[in-house]
């Protein structure tokens, strides 16, 4: 069974549109979190939820909205995207906010803005 | 930025232990040290954390110095199917324990 799991797993598109991810864990997880990895490989996170509500929202652009329907769910939202939104985008899911905790990841999502 | 100061790669023959050393100087008490992977075209993977003292699990051991200033990963018995980038993370309270990502060591594996 796949812990955490994200739908398309890959995604081209064009400038200026407007496309979702989808991102679902069935661990039982009350934490969840986007990551973007760029070309340089280097991981930077985006958004975290706790129980639905938003707790960490790095300076990224407002064309990035995240949404959580239920605890199992993080969907990502992009709009109008431009050439720089090209990156894998992993999904990740703890099961709290400690600091001890592991993160659980997806299997990422590789978009590719032509 | 990340806190962590890790060498960009580092070589191993298959069944040999690896020592996988990391820097983070800048640690204050509340601070945990985590290890992930992450294997070509895969998302990361957890390895290992701790606090002070040393600790082991079924993937891997965690050595911590005394100052905590620095640890080290080590894999008792590399096989090829651990050749991945390893990446040490500070979880400092100060970033309110976000894992901030460096670049890690890319660990390969001589057969």
């Known amino acids: 069974d796949t812990a955490v799991s994200q739908t398309p797993k890959y995604l081209v598109t064009q400038m200026g549109n407007d496309k979702s991810i989808k991102c679902e864990q069935n661990l039982g997880h009350d934490t969840m979190y986007w990551y973007k990895q760029d070309s340089k490989k280097f991981l930077k996170i985006m958004f975290s939820?706790?129980?639905?509500?938003?707790?960490i929202n790095e300076t990224v652009p407002n064309r990035f909205s995240p949404k959580s329907p239920d605890k199992a769910h993080l969907n990502l939202h992009i709009n109008s995207l431009e050439l720089g939104d090209s990156a894998v985008y992993f999904c990740?899911?703890?099961?709290?906010?400690?600091?001890?905790?592991?993160?659980?990841f997806g299997p990422g999502t590789r978009l590719t803005v032509l | 930025d990340a806190k962590t100061t890790q060498p960009n790669s580092m070589e191993s023959n298959e069944e040999e232990p690896v020592h996988l050393p990391c820097n983070h100087s800048t640690i204050s008490g509340t601070d945990y040290i985590h290890w992930y992977r992450q294997l070509p075209s895969q998302g990361p993977e957890y390895v290992i954390h701790?606090?002070?003292?040393?600790v082991n699990n079924r993937m891997a051991s965690l050595a911590i110095a005394e100052d905590r200033k620095s640890s080290t990963l080590i894999l008792h018995r590399a096989t090829l199917r651990d050749a991945a980038v390893y990446y040490c993370?500070?979880?400092?309270?100060?970033?309110?324990?976000?894992?901030?990502w460096g670049a890690g060591t890319k660990l390969i594996i001589k057969p």
């Open positions: 701790g606090l002070t003292s040393n």
């Open positions: 993370i500070l979880r400092e309270s100060k970033s309110n324990y976000q894992l901030i």
């Open positions: 990740a899911s703890s099961i709290g906010t400690h600091p001890s905790n592991e993160q659980f």
């Open positions: 939820y706790n129980n639905k509500e938003l707790i």
